[in-house]
């Protein structure tokens, strides 16, 4: 069953070092940024308490819209390039992956939690959420990461990180885009709000498209296995893409209400079976999720609270006439696949905050239960079959524990335990401990051992044998300095990765009998150079390795690199210049080529504040600007074996591309 063919990849990486630096004064535009950077900026992603980012256990990151879109990125996907040790990455058909420390090409599931104001959207089809990747960072307000190990508060999933995307719910504002290979989009923002009656509401929308074209694939499949004569290849890829969501909030004193609905379409690119599909520029998957969640929080007493969630959501994936062979490979036509799928959630969760002294307690309980909704296939026309049993189910009760305890005003030590209980994958029990040292002003020491699981997908189960959960266990050594404008952070971390599941064509899924490791070090520097002059960047340097083979974990890079600059000349005029930098990536055991070649690639911005009038912001960019080539690996022909099912690899990106945007805030 070649169609469900893909590169598993397992986890690594490496070391570490220090460093120091002095700051400049800034000019009047910039000194509200440092003011910020003084006061520090609060998360609640590590903890969920509210706590300054550099004394939350744990590593951070927030990106703020605005930056985002004046460094150059449109989408939550390409955002989460300027996180450390985040790589992008994508499968035959299109969909968005992410790598974090040299972990996560897979084929049938993610391993980071993905959040929409707050609300969980990994499904248990794959454990992936690929319509939030595609959200245009318009929509954004910012977005809050977290690398490592976050199973003790958000459960499965959070294997390699956490990722909470908060759009933006204040202001009115409207925004259109256009850009190269038929890309445009647009939305905008509508917010009321009455302090009095302590009451809100927002509505954001927003919708993008990309009429593709721009991908070229070289020999597929075919060729190594001799039907070279029957493929499509060499030729254009599928590579339509579609957007469209709308973000209801509404808040009334102490209670939430939140309606979410995001979907995105792409076409299928190089051939779920790496057989080039005709090159007709269509959407063929699409996948779309729903969600509306109830809060309501309880203020017992000025140390006691407790808040309450409900919630209901679904998502929906299909597949219009998605290619799987060309003429003449077993038919006299092209053989085509309809699928429909589409699962369901309820959940509930009681979470309880208590401050008693030096002690603040926090206490959870959290109940899923997931039913398989739809789930039919059909081959060529012919009549559908179901092929996941309709009875399937997951029920998930989770409890959690953890203290905050603030040992000195410096020193603050976190402790926490989860246990999960599965109704079919048995249970689990994570820990984390963590240390925050003000050592002095302006200096962070922080120390955490964390461990995390993911439990096997719906897709996983289905075509596997008995698969555990697979768990990861890291240690991080932090070390944060920050003064005035200015910021230097080291981060070095150990990763075990134990029961990874892995997937074999002729057996299918099981857990990886050996183990794995990602070690690595993350550098980030930001540095104000002149009064209109900024500079940032951060380096990761990966190193993993599979204990069964001795090689490093195949399709991830051991080397990330991000610089930019930001010239302000003039108080209401920015330009920016980043550099994005990919190192090489390790082939899959068997493949003989020589490792896939590095990138780097340039992008332009150039924005204008108050354009003609104000409110009016006037943003334009190049990505790419120096046409370099954007691959990642391709997979093995299991039939022509050892041969490459697309020899020269697989485009991610067209070359040179433009974009122009307008926004209005009024």
């Known amino acids: 069953m070649k169609y469900l063919s893909h590169m598993n990849i397992k986890k690594t990486s490496y070391l570490a070092l220090a460093l120091a630096f002095s700051h400049t004064a800034g000019a009047r535009d910039v000194t509200s940024s440092y003011l910020l950077d003084d006061l520090g900026e609060q998360t609640s992603i590590a903890t969920r308490t509210k706590l300054n980012i550099d004394y939350a256990p744990g590593t951070i990151s927030i990106l703020h819209s605005d930056d985002l879109i004046s460094h150059g990125a449109r989408t939550v996907w390409e955002a989460l390039a300027l996180v450390p040790g985040f790589e992008m990455s994508m499968d035959e058909t299109g969909n968005r992956q992410v790598l974090v420390r040299g972990v996560g090409r897979t084929y049938s599931s993610g391993n980071i939690k993905l959040l929409l104001n707050d609300v969980a959207l990994n499904s248990e089809l794959l454990s992936l959420a690929n319509p939030l990747l595609n959200m245009p960072v318009e929509q954004v307000d910012r977005i809050e990461v977290m690398r490592g190990p976050g199973s003790v508060m958000y459960g499965e999933s959070a294997y390699m990180g956490v990722v909470n995307v908060i759009t933006r719910k204040q202001g009115q504002r409207v925004f259109a885009a256009l850009g190269d290979k038929g890309a445009a989009a647009g939305g905008g923002v509508l917010a009321l709000s009455d302090a009095e009656r302590q009451f809100g509401m927002s509505l954001n929308v927003a919708g993008w498209k990309r009429d593709g074209g721009g991908l070229h694939a070289g020999e597929d499949a075919g060729y190594a296995e001799g039907f070279g004569a029957l493929s499509n290849a060499p030729g254009l890829a599928n590579d339509k893409y579609g957007y469209k969501s709308a973000l209801l909030n509404l808040n009334f004193k102490k209670f939430s209400l939140t309606a979410q609905w995001l979907e995105d379409g792409a076409g299928d690119h190089f051939g779920i079976n790496s057989y080039l599909p005709p090159s007709e520029q269509r959407i063929v998957t699409r996948q779309r999720h729903r969600s509306v969640e109830a809060r309501q929080l309880f203020a017992l007493s000025d140390e006691l609270q407790a808040e309450f969630r409900l919630g209901w959501g679904d998502f929906t994936r299909q597949r219009d006439r998605m290619f799987l062979y060309p003429v003449g490979m077993g038919l006299d036509d092209y053989t085509y696949l309809n699928l429909n799928y589409r699962e369901q959630r309820t959940n509930a969760a009681l979470d309880v905050a208590w401050e008693k002294g030096r002690n603040t307690w926090q206490m959870g309980w959290a109940f899923n239960k997931i039913d398989v909704e739809e789930a039919n296939s059909q081959f060529n026309g012919e009549p559908a079959s179901n092929w996941l049993d309709l009875d399937q189910k997951r029920l998930i009760s989770s409890f959690t524990l953890q203290d905050q305890f603030r040992a000195t005003d410096a020193l603050t030590f976190t402790a926490g335990l ?249």
Do not use: C
């Open 418 to 666: 989860r246990h999960d209980r599965y109704n079919d994958v048995g249970h689990s029990t994570t820990p984390r401990l963590a240390a925050v040292w003000q050592a002095a002003p302006g200096h962070v020491l922080k120390v955490q051992y964390a461990e995390a699981f993911r439990a096997p997908t719906f897709y996983e189960m289905r075509f596997g044998n008995q698969i555990k959960p697979e768990t990861i266990a890291t240690r991080e050594l932090g070390y944060t300095y920050r003064q005035g404008g200015g910021l230097a952070r080291v981060t070095v971390f150990d990763s075990a990765l134990r029961q990874q599941i892995i997937f074999d064509e002729t057996s299918g899924y099981s857990n990886l009998s050996g183990a794995s490791s990602s070690r690595g070090l993350e550098l980030e520097l930001e540095r104000w150079l002149s009064p209109a002059l900024k500079m940032d960047g951060n380096l990761a340097l990966i190193r993993t390795e599979d204990y069964n083979t001795g090689q490093p974990t195949p399709g991830a890079a051991n080397r990330l690199f991000n610089l930019g600059m930001e010239w302000h000349p003039a108080s209401e005029y920015t330009v920016d210049l980043r550099l994005r930098h990919v190192g090489p990536r390790q082939r899959e055991v068997g493949d003989l080529r020589e490792k896939l070649a590095g990138y780097s690639t340039v992008g332009l911005t150039a924005t204008a504040f108050n354009f003609a009038s104000r409110g009016l912001t006037l943003r334009a960019g190049i990505k790419n600007l120096f046409n370099q080539a954007v691959k990642v690996p391709s997979t093995i022909d299991i039939y022509a074996y050892p041969a490459p099912n697309y020899r020269d690899d697989l485009p991610m990106a067209e070359g040179r591309a433009a974009w122009v945007q307008m926004t209005y805030s009024f």
